[in-house]
């Protein structure tokens, strides 16, 4: 057996335990002060905050699994009043806590409460890095406000990292994306692929074909050959199928799927989704895969379910003749959902399968 078939099926060994959960994405908030494109998240009608009870429980339900980063974001976490409290209380368990933001609401009082909480840093979102293409996806006369709210946290000592949502709106700029960081002192801008939505009516406007994927991130890494492994600003990009470009291109290392993987439904599985209500996803972006209920439900057993697994393990037929489907497993499974594709079938993005 080759040294490649051994590292393969080594991987698929991995992906067979019981899920080690390291990294809860919340989406604390269901309210948002833009109206982005690309959002995946629909409005929630009479929705109520939940109540200082509910978010200790919530705490209690992360820590008894022993979570070590918790992301807030929604919506817009900004907007939910006792936000610093939640904080505050993760920080006490040992927990890191990032703020996925659109920046807008950093003023240097907001900054400055959020350190006082023991904030960890924020994550701003930024799909654009001109002040057109940004405010093409995100509206009129916020890229400027969202700039200064990046800047303003930089300068006041926070940990500031950014989210660039690849589409075909802006798949244009991404070879530009890493020297852009390096500029604003970024420490880290993590590029994650558009899942497709497509009941808004803007998603056929940002929808990658699998061609056109495939030629974003060749073109990329032949620029940027190791782009989580630069010096200043470094570039994630946490896709199945970037690591197959990677591999393609030469470039694929052990460290490499390591750090790309796709942490929901990939071999670490290290990652799940909480919604405003409560709600456990294997992945934040799967709002409608519904496993379990952390307000009613404990935690633990949730994420041992049988659905989650069923979910996350899910590697068409097809995909495992590929010799990519040790770190590719099929693709996001995200987008099949989203698409309606079923888990049996590759990923809609797949260049491989769709020729």
């Known amino acids: ?88 209380q993760l920080a006490q368990t040992g927990v890191s806590v990032f703020v996925n933001t659109n920046g807008i609401l950093l003023t240097e009082k907001r900054i400055d409460s959020l350190l006082r909480s023991q904030v960890s840093g924020v994550i701003i979102g930024f799909d654009g890095i001109t002040q057109e293409s940004y405010e093409m996806i995100r509206g009129e006369h916020t890229y400027q406000q969202a700039l200064q709210g990046l800047k303003t946290a930089i300068k006041m000592g926070m940990s500031v990292e950014s989210d660039f949502t690849l589409n075909c709106l802006n798949r244009h700029q991404l070879n530009s994306v890493p020297l852009w960081g390096d500029e604003l002192k970024l420490k880290r801008i993590t590029v994650k692929r558009y899942v497709p939505r497509p009941e808004s009516k803007f998603d056929s406007q940002l929808r990658l074909t699998p061609q056109i994927l495939k030629e974003t991130y060749h073109d990329f890494l032949d620029i940027f050959p190791y782009p989580s492994q630069r010096e200043s600003c470094k570039i994630y990009a946490h896709d199945p199928l970037f690591i197959v470009a990677k591999a393609e291109k030469g470039l694929l290392n052990q460290e490499d799927i390591l750090r790309e993987d796709c942490n929901a439904g990939g071999y670490t599985r290290g990652w799940i989704g909480l919604s405003s209500q409560g709600n456990i996803q294997p992945c934040p972006v799967m709002t409608e895969e519904v496993v379990g209920n952390i307000l009613s439900e404990e935690l633990q057993d949730i994420v041992k379910c049988s659905k989650m697994d069923i979910i996350r393990d899910a590697i068409p037929a097809i995909c495992q003749k590929c010799h990519h489907s040790s770190y590719c497993r099929g693709g996001c499974k995200a987008t099949k959902i989203r698409m309606g594709t079923s888990l049996d079938k590759p990923d809609p993005c797949c260049w491989i399968y769709h020729k």
Request: aromatic share 6%.
């Open 1 to 88: 057996m080759d040294t490649k078939k051994n590292q393969r099926n080594e991987l698929q060994g991995e992906s067979a335990k019981t899920p080690d959960v390291k990294m809860l994405a919340w989406n604390i908030s269901p309210w948002c002060n833009l109206t982005c494109k690309h959002c995946y998240l629909g409005e929630i009608k009479g929705y109520d905050s939940l109540s200082t009870h509910e978010l200790d429980r919530i705490v209690d339900q992360i820590s008894s699994i022993d979570v070590k980063v918790v992301f807030l974001a929604g919506g817009e976490p900004l907007l939910i009043r006792n936000l610093e409290y939640v904080i505050r």
